[in-house]
């Protein structure tokens, strides 16, 4: 699956399909600056002309498809609804979407994670304290550490055998101590991944399947939150409630969708695996 393949289930799910419009304005020769209604406008699905004419995006005008604005290089010439553009809007463009779903992959790291193990980034340095875990793709948490002595050899040894370790998460990096006597000697690393995140829509959503609930909730929870401020100007013109409040109701709706992400969540979250336990000297653990 896609991100685009669920970002279109939710569509379908929460109704926010593109739809078409068409709009024109008059042109006075002087005017540079007009503005479509409905807004955001999807990528890529927008037409401006003056006159016959299809004029370029980036050359004869700018478009800020969050606020509609339209700004030509120079004013249209004057006219009576001269000035057309055809587009599609929608609540959530495409690529708010992806980044909707990566905030969901970054809120629920610590639940939803993978293991994987790094053979590559690490190698021993003699004498040195501080390894630095920044390189290895998506960490989260180191579990467990091994290492070759000599680099040659096929056997891959405890690093607790040897030394004490532990891995701070904030700066992800890993002490040892005492620091090896060895130099470049491979480091093997089991760790707690996050989700690897994509940028485009094309990119392969790398969320399990049996994971996708929590995930579905969060994106319905960031979608009715969208919505609040278009709703903050309505009435209790709508029902015979003058108390009723459509900001509210959609925050509340919202508001149940984060907490059910993070129930589910919760729910389908694996145990986490074992520690090694550290070596003690003196009687107290290092």
């Not at 990528?43 to 498809?65: C, E």
């Not at 004057?78 to 992959?105: F, L, Q």
């Not at 509340?252 to 070596?279: C, G, H, N, W």
Request: charged share 25%; proline share 5%.
């Amino acid at each position: 699956m896609t991100y685009l393949d669920f970002i279109n289930k939710l569509r379908v799910e929460l109704k926010d399909f593109k739809k078409i419009h068409r709009e024109k304005w008059d042109g006075d020769a002087s005017t540079t600056v007009f503005e479509a209604t409905h807004i955001p406008i999807a990528d890529g699905t927008y037409t401006v002309k003056i006159g016959a004419t299809t004029k370029t995006d980036g050359t004869d005008y700018s478009l800020d498809r969050d606020t509609g604005l339209i700004t030509f290089a120079t004013a249209p010439a004057a006219g009576s609804d001269n000035i057309e553009m055809t587009y599609k809007a929608t609540k959530i463009r495409d690529e708010d979407w992806v980044e909707i779903i990566n905030d969901g992959i970054d809120s629920f790291a610590w639940k939803l994670w993978e293991m994987d193990v790094d053979i590559t980034t690490l190698t021993t340095v003699k004498d040195q304290y501080e390894y630095d875990c920044s390189g290895i793709t998506d960490i989260l948490y180191v579990l467990r550490v091994w290492f070759k002595s000599p680099a040659s050899s096929t056997t891959w040894q405890d690093v607790q055998s040897s030394t004490n370790w532990r891995y701070y998460t904030r700066l992800q990096k890993l002490y040892t101590d005492p620091p090896f006597d060895n130099s470049s000697l491979p480091m093997k690393i089991l760790y707690l991944k996050s989700i690897t995140k994509g940028t485009l829509t094309s990119d392969t959503l790398n969320i399990p399947t049996k994971w996708l609930l929590p995930f579905k909730y969060y994106a319905y929870a960031r979608f009715y939150e969208r919505l609040i401020p278009e709703k903050i100007s309505e009435t209790g013109a709508v029902t015979t409630l003058p108390s009723f409040a459509p900001s509210q109701v959609v925050y509340d709706i919202s508001q149940k969708y984060y907490l059910l992400a993070e129930k589910v969540a919760t729910r389908l979250a694996p145990k986490l695996p074992a520690m090694p336990i550290k070596q003690l000297s003196g009687g107290i653990a290092i």
